[in-house]
Every structure is written in C-alpha cells, then in structure tokens.
C-alpha cells in the first residue's frame, strides 16, 4: 500500500518502452484501452520461460515439460484468485477476449434454437457483437440490442422487456472501451436471473485492468477478459466460467491436450478446463499473465484505481477549457477512458496525426464500436486512455498539442 503513490517514478522505471522516443518528442503513451505496455517484471518471465523452460505442457514425463506444466498451473491458480474464481478448473486460458468470445458462441451451438434470444447492448465491442450473430445465423436465435441514452448509459427498462423464457444469452461489457462507461453490471445479472433462465456473459477486457473483479460476487456465468491490455503479453486471455456452466458447453477447438480418449468410433474430452484447451496453449504467455498479476498485486488495485481516477478527473477539467472540445458520455461513471472530439477540426486521424507528431499516442476512428459512433451520428472519436504509469504531465502535454491541432485544422 501506498508505495505507488509515493513513486511514480519508481512505476515508470519499470516500463522501459516509456523511455522510447517518437521522432525528437519522448512518448506519451495515452493509448492504453488498445493495449497497455509491459513492465519488467513480465517482460523477463517471458524471457526465462524460454531460455530456461520451454517444453510442451501436460505431455511429457521429462523435466523441463513437467517444470513447464507447473508453472502454466501456477499461472492459472493466480489468476482463479485474481478473480476469484471458486476453482481453478474453471479458468480457461484463450488467446483474447475475442477468442474467448467465439468460444463461448460457437459452445452455446447445441443449447440454442430457433426462436430462442440472445441480448447485448449498443455499447459493445464488435467482438460482442459479431460471434452473437454468427451463431444467430447458425441456429436461427434471435438478436436484441438494449439501447442507450445520449449519455452513453445503458437503458435498462428495455433490458426489463426483453427478458424472458425464451432468453438464452445476456452479454454485456463491463465498461465501454470506446467511451470508458461502466456498465451496472451487477443490475445486468440480477435482473437476468430473475427474469430468465439466460446465462450471463460478461466481457470484461476493459474492467479487469482498472478495478477488483469478484466473479462469485458478480454471480455471472462467464467473465472473459484479454492478457495485453492488463500489463501481460499479447496472445493471452481467460474465460472464467462457473464450473457448471462450463461443462454444460460442447468443446470449441478439436484436436490435443482437449480430448481423454480418441478412437474413430468416438472420442471422450477432457476434464475442465483442459476440454477447451485444444492444441498447443501459450504457455510463456500464459506464465507471463502470472507475472503481470503480481506486478498489479504488489502495486494493488485500489492505488491504481485511485491514480487512474484522478487522472481521469484532471484530463476531463483540462480538456473541456479548449474550445469546442466535446467529450462523450461526460456524464456516464467511467474508468479509464475519455473519448472526444473537437468540433470544426477535422476528423479524429487528423487530430491523432498530428499528435502523433508530437509524440502523443491516441485512438482515433470507431474503435470497434461502429454502432455507438453511428448512435452519436460520428465517424470516430479522439479517445484517450489512461495505465497506471501516466501522470497529470502527460495530460498536460495532450492538451497543449490538441491546442495546436485545433489551431491548424480550423
Ligand atoms: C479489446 C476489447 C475486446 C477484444 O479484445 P482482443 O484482445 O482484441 O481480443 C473486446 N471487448 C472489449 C470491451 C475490448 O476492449
């Protein structure tokens, strides 16, 4: 506790790509919803896993692939208390969010039928949203989408309407990741529970990174979240699923490490969660994810809320004095993220062009989020997003480049 806020300093030392030049500018890394950068700690895990472990998990009986196994399952174990998950069988190493996504969309194949529905939100990523309609197309579900207001905030009397007996799947993000929006998730999944048979699916990809996660506590089904936006390399994720959940799914992937026998006349899966782990997971990765859970641990989730917080507060103060500047669902609780635009200036990649220029890294465009920017009839926004290593001067230094770029484009 504390020691963070004590030393920013001490936090950034630990993220060597913040020392990186842009050009003659240092890097303002403000582009953290995208992916967060690595600290140190996880960066050499990944390295020492394969200069020193490196073997196939769960097959071997030689060393190194039982020294591997080991800390795969370590891994695993420190993110089923990350989350709190109950039991470490129920955590399921993916390589993202989108992957754990379709997992749970193409699983769900044989519990849905025609006329059955499905419900998201306008606020979700195209990877809740696509894998939803895929298995509509297959089935012949039904998709319905809970609208929101022009304050970005989910409009939950619809949510009241749509549920039912025929609703098989609710899932919604946990917090926006082109407007930062947190999500009454726990409404969510009360009322779905009382007013349907559905299961809960929670995208969590952008909450993970900023907040406590309590899976038990959430009562959901499934919590899905990607490894590179909270600290740990790309190509890792998780999907939690409540053991009986989990089980009721078919398998995703077919192939090794997935099945228990294999015969020609039929063959038998795996238990939990190797069932969906077929062929060869990231196992550095996977033990990486580990490592970016204990950097987070040591710093603690309640000083990097706090910090992010109060960064959040300051950049929405600083940005509002440029002129014609407009942030998006201002007045929505959110985490993390503040999306803009400043009117009669261009598109959003003009201003990020020439913020780039000055060593600012942003988003601009959709964001994978095509329906929202359709809802506030846009085609992109600004959308800065904040890790816990930024600091107010990298804020300062945003607003003093988006002030040259309104001078320039307008
Ligand atoms: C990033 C993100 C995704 C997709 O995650 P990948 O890591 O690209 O698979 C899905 N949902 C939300 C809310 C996200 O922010």
């Known amino acids: 506790m504390g020691e963070f806020e004590m030393n920013e300093d001490h936090i950034r030392e630990q993220f060597p790509i913040l020392r990186e030049k842009v050009g003659n500018w240092p890097l303002v890394y403000l582009d ?87 419900v998201i939100s306008y606020l979700e990523h195209h990877s809740n949203i696509v894998p939803w309609q895929l298995l509509c197309e297959r089935t012949g579900a039904v998709l319905k989408i809970i609208p929101i207001d022009e304050n970005g905030i989910l409009q939950l009397d619809f949510l009241d309407k749509y549920l039912g007996e025929k609703t098989r799947i609710v899932s919604v993000n946990h917090v926006s990741n082109a407007l930062g929006v947190i999500n009454p998730i726990r409404e969510v999944i009360r009322k779905a529970r009382e007013k349907s048979p559905a299961y809960v699916v929670v995208d969590g990809a952008q909450s993970v990174p900023h907040f406590d996660i309590d899976v038990q506590a959430l009562d959901c089904d499934f919590f899905v979240f990607s490894g590179h936006k909270m600290y740990a390399p790309m190509g890792t994720g998780v999907v939690y699923g409540k053991e009986q959940a989990l089980r009721g799914l078919s398998p995703f992937h077919g192939g090794g490490e997935m099945i228990s026998t294999c015969s020609f006349e039929k063959t038998t899966y795996a238990d939990l969660p190797f069932k969906f782990e077929a ?65 009669n200036a261009g598109i959003s990649s003009d201003v990020g062009m020439i913020l780039d220029k000055m060593g600012i890294a942003v988003r601009t465009g959709h964001h994978c989020t095509q329906p929202i920017m359709r809802f506030f009839g846009i085609a992109g926004t600004v959308r800065a997003s904040f890790a816990l290593y930024n600091t107010k001067e990298e804020v300062d230094i945003l607003v003093e480049g988006l002030k040259k770029a309104r001078k320039m484009l307008s």
Request: charged share 25%; proline share 2%; net charge positive.
């Open 32 to 118: 953290n919803a995208a992916t967060s950068q690595k600290p140190v700690s996880v960066l050499d895990t990944y390295r020492s896993y394969y200069t020193a472990i490196n073997a196939n998990v769960h097959r071997g009986i030689h060393t190194l692939s039982q020294e591997a196994t080991e800390e795969m399952e370590k891994a695993r174990g420190k993110v089923q208390r990350f989350v709190n998950a109950k039991q470490a069988h129920e955590i399921v190493f993916t390589k993202g969010t989108t992957e754990g996504i379709n997992l749970l969309a193409y699983a769900f194949s044989s519990q849905v039928k025609k006329g059955d529905e499905i």
């Open 279 to 343: 062929g060869t997971p990231n196992v550095g990765g996977n033990i990486a994810l580990g490592a970016a859970i204990d950097f987070m641990e040591k710093i603690g989730k309640k000083n990097i809320q706090k910090h992010e917080k109060s960064l959040l507060i300051y950049a929405e103060k600083k940005l509002l004095e440029i002129e014609n500047l407009v942030i998006y669902a201002e007045k929505a609780p959110r985490v993390g993220v503040v999306s803009f635009n400043i009117e």
